[in-house]
């Protein structure tokens, strides 16, 4: 074959090579649609405020149930678009059985775990997250994913632990599964990438009139961190109403789910927009915080540190039935009462000096008020009508002798009643 001729088919051999790889690069650098955020928590911990903010909305709808949305996503790079789908589930613990129509076998994978908390109540943080990851772990439980399938998630979660590490400090060589369990990391693999969120933390200036210290806010953030640290989780803490951290958890949801670009580090310094990024995170650098702790003990249970707030108990009086004659004549003992101690005025406008009563001065000649001799009137004339004769008589027209008492009157009028 000549020379010239081999060299073409060579030539044209390259160039097929080349735009088969230009099409298989850009097949991968598209987009893919079937991603997928779950979002768990409480009752009004922010979920749905948190949703809107991501989706670059203003007015948020609240939903029953499982809510459905979706964040609009766009590479810049590529002038590629997708559709990243939202499932928020209803704070009420009742309905976490919905958890279901939104992580199946089929895209288990593809889907990323969002665990919300607010600071507006702190003494239900991990109480909330606890139950939230528990019955996350139970769902998982109930899919058929199998064991090998299960295996190589829970793989892909330590790989990305590492690779984390590893670009954080390139001198940690060492850093394998063993050595990361040993440290506490992913003790918990559900082998699902988890993002923790705390929402409201402009509720902390609430909290520090609330007698809050820098003592508990770290103590908070340890607990979390650890918590974090199980499950191979981020943290953030949000603020939507303050925008803080929002746009920083956006670009990190698109590193962690489409491999944006993302440099930003970890931030601990202020207490109000902490992120701990997934893999940056270990104990020693936890107990660092220790050192600032010296009223509460970093040990001690959540509860004992983060109390509930003291409300005194109320106490429920139980209304008893009482006789109501019994009822009118401790009324009238009570007025009585009243009637014979001398009137006290609320308020003087001047103080007038007066000479004390003699010992054998009447209280008649201190006539009460018209409104006390008016109850007491009342109840009299109720004890006297209870006191009469149940017996009902038809009083008959007589001629009244008008030199003849009542009481005869009365007397003949009974004796002409009939037997």
Known sequence: MDSSVQ?????????????????????????????????????????????????????????????????????????ENAQLNVWTLDGDRSLKYLMK???????????????????????????????????????????????????NLRDKCVDRIIDYTLLDDPSYESCTKVRLLNDGVLSKNLGLDIIVVITMTDCIKNLEIDNYSEEHFDYIQCCLRKFCLQFGAALFYVSVMEDKNCDLLYKYLMHRIYRFPFKTPALIVEKDSVFVPSGWDSLKKIEVLYENMQKINPQSHYSDAIPYPYEKPHKEHELQDEEEQAFLARQLVLLNQNLAQPQTPVVRKSIELTKPLSANKRISDNPPPSSERALASFFNALLQKKQESPTVRTPTKKPVDNTGSPELSQIDDDSNTPK
């Open 101 to 151: 129509f939104a992580l199946n076998e089929h895209n288990f994978e593809d889907t990323t775990i969002v665990l919300v908390a607010s600071l507006k109540h702190p003494w239900k943080i991990m109480e909330s997250l606890e139950f939230w990851s528990s019955r996350l772990q139970d769902h998982i439980d109930s899919l058929n994913l199998g064991m090998e399938q299960t295996q």
């Open 7 to 79: 060299v073409d088919v060579e030539n044209d051999a390259n160039h097929w090579n080349n735009l088969l790889l230009d099409v298989q690069n850009k097949s991968r650098k598209k987009l893919p649609d079937n991603k997928n955020i779950l979002l768990l928590g409480d009752s009004k911990s922010g979920k749905t405020t948190l949703v809107t903010k991501l989706q670059g909305l203003k007015d948020s709808k609240q939903g029953w149930g499982m809510e459905y949305g979706y964040i609009q996503v766009r590479d810049d790079s590529t002038d």
